[in-house]
């Protein structure tokens, strides 16, 4: 069996690591499965070819023999269910780690997105001082809640599982609001999540990728 | 084995369906399981108690007997994996209708929130005019993609499935705003959902619910 991932061939961020190619090449390295890497510009994400694979026009997609995928969450999901070592094998424990990735992806992640919306995107528009605050406090009311369910354990739900992968992943995009280091067990659990060895070999994958001289 | 979910005493839209226990309603009737409804006023929503349940202090919830879920999609996709009629037996099928579970929570109900967020919680914003059509864009962008993919098929990616069931329900979200009627074959595709037997008596649930006299 052969995995192929997409990735961009220069990442929007430079290699902080915080494009989803990183979620996938990091529960790939969890589960221990090599994979081959095809680089996008971002013309051909938006070229008939990709769009076949990702009606969305965005990186990652993922092929194995015969089988496309693309939504990180998707991908993730599918390569926890397919290795071991991302979620449980009680019925019980699987479900709720499966639970902390929809938490992750639809309930902590849309206002961290918004942050960067409110932020980068609409940085330039008249009212991004006065709307920022706002926006910033709805990633803490969430952080909050957040932080007081996880207290002083080290993963969410016994051992690290997918819906750790997850979670860290979108905390990661809170960190450079300043925002994330308000509530210092969750940092500390980013730290932890950055610190196992599948994430830095992910890490320094994508790193590679984005700091290559340019192609041609 | 006995079923018990959590719904909104109140919900905030007055019984259009578009509370999240809708959405898990209609998958327990897909299923043909019975269920058992918890309604939680406001206040209960953010104690201890429910808090316990779903840290984030929302609802739906699900419990069966020694299990208990949060949050909307996981508990579609347990229900989906526990009983037949959600999603396809064969192990590629299943995967696609699974990425069409995270694509609509991850991918196309962001923006919808966001013109949510828009609209009402910043409507009376001074910025609220000049930014709604930004917000609508991103919509439309999201929306033009998932119309190209959907074309004439009835479903996302053969029969029905979660996947549907998740889109359709997210997709209900943005037609208040006018924004669905101008991808005709997406608004086609949301009333094919409404539908099915198994929407409609999910939803006449939830507004019998949100019809009845106060309590008390």
């Known amino acids: 069996m052969s ?8 990442s929007p961020d430079g290699g902080k690591g915080l494009a989803r190619d990183t979620r ?10 090599p994979y081959a890497v095809r680089l996008l ?15 969305f026009g965005q990186i990652p997609t993922y092929e194995e023999d015969g089988l496309a995928l693309f939504e990180t969450g998707a991908i993730v999901f599918h390569i926890a269910q397919r290795f071991a070592g991302l979620l449980p094998v009680d019925a019980h424990a699987r479900a709720r780690a499966i639970t902390w990735m929809f ?30 605050p706002l926006v910033g406090d709805r990633v803490r009311s969430r ?30 995009r809170a ?9 210092p067990n969750l940092a500390a659990y980013v730290a932890r999540g950055e610190a196992r060895p599948a994430y830095r070999r992910a890490f320094a994958a994508q790193l590679a990728v984005n700091t290559a001289p340019p192609p041609g």
């Open 3 to 10: 995995i192929t991932i997409t990735a961009f061939e220069r």
């Open 24 to 33: 996938v090449r990091w529960a790939l390295e969890e589960a221990g499965q």
């Open 41 to 55: 510009s971002f013309g051909a994400m938006k070229e008939a070819a990709h769009l076949a694979l990702n009606p």
């Open 103 to 132: 938490a992750a992806l639809n309930t902590v992640e849309p206002p961290i997105l918004d942050l960067f919306t409110a932020r980068i995107l609409e940085g330039d528009k008249p009212w991004a001082a006065e709307r920022l």
């Open 143 to 172: 952080l909050r809640q957040l932080s007081a369910r996880l207290g002083d354990a080290d993963w969410l739900d016994g051992a690290f599982s997918a819906g750790d992968l997850m979670m860290v992943s979108v905390l990661l």
């Open 175 to 183: 960190r450079s609001s300043g925002i994330l280091a308000e509530f």
